[in-house]
C-alpha cells in the first residue's frame, strides 16, 4: 500500500513544478508529524523512492501526486 499526498491547482495559480514542490513537502511534513522522521531524514528516501503521479493536464485543473511506499518507511 502506499501512502500518498496530492497537490490540485489551477494553471493560474501555479506550474506543475510548483505543484510538484507542494506535494513532496505536504508528504515530507506528514512523514516527520507521523513517522517521527527528521525533514533531512524524510527528504533522502523520497529522492531515490518516491513516486509521483502527473494527471489532468487536458484540464487547466491538472493535478500532482506524490507517493511513496510503506515498505520504505518501515524500513
Known sequence: MKLLISSWLSEAQG??????????????????AEFGFDKWDAYMPLS??????????????????????KTILAR
Not at 15 to 32: C, D, N, P, T
Not at 48 to 56: E, F, K, S, T
Open 48 to 69: 531515490q523512492c518516491g513516486i509521483v503521479r502527473l494527471g489532468n493536464f487536458v484540464d487547466p485543473k491538472h493535478s500532482v501526486a506524490a507517493s511513496v511506499k
Open 15 to 32: 506550474h506543475w513544478r510548483m505543484q510538484l514542490r507542494i506535494a513532496y513537502r505536504e508528504l515530507i511534513h506528514w512523514m516527520v
